[in-house]
């Protein structure tokens, strides 16, 4: 593993137990779907949620959340879709979340955000 991947699971690890302690069901990580890859998906009540983590150490200038592009969004629309409809989930009872991960290596903190159905 690279020092980018390294951050990136840390982060995904960070949201896992963040989505644990906010009562969601961890139902699968890292799933390929078509050319995406879903970081986590989870049940919350009676939906189900894809998550794309985008983790980022304080040594970068720009937020976890600067990096999580149009097309990005648009890729993960497209497996939210491929995903509903393999598994014969009703859309609506489907959203697309993210999490960011901001790490402060100097006071060894990180700062969580969950962004809920963004799109």
Avoid: C, W
């Avoid at 939906?47 to 149009?70: C, P």
């Avoid at 409809?85 to 697309?96: C, G, M, Q, T, V």
């Amino acid at each position: 593993m690279n020092h980018k991947q390294i951050v990136g699971r840390y982060g995904e690890d960070l949201a896992l137990e963040y989505l644990k302690k906010k009562g969601y069901k961890i139902t699968d990580r890292n799933l390929k779907i078509s050319y995406q890859e879903i970081d986590i998906i989870a049940k919350i009540k009676e939906k189900i949620v894809l998550i794309e983590v985008k983790t980022r150490v304080s040594k970068y200038d720009n937020s976890a959340e600067e990096n999580f592009s149009r097309r990005k969004i648009n890729n993960l629309i497209k497996a939210l879709e491929i995903y509903t409809a393999r598994n014969k989930i009703n859309p609506e009872n489907a959203r697309l979340d993210l999490i960011t991960v901001d790490i402060n290596k100097a006071k060894k903190i990180a700062k969580i955000k969950h962004y809920k159905d963004v799109f």
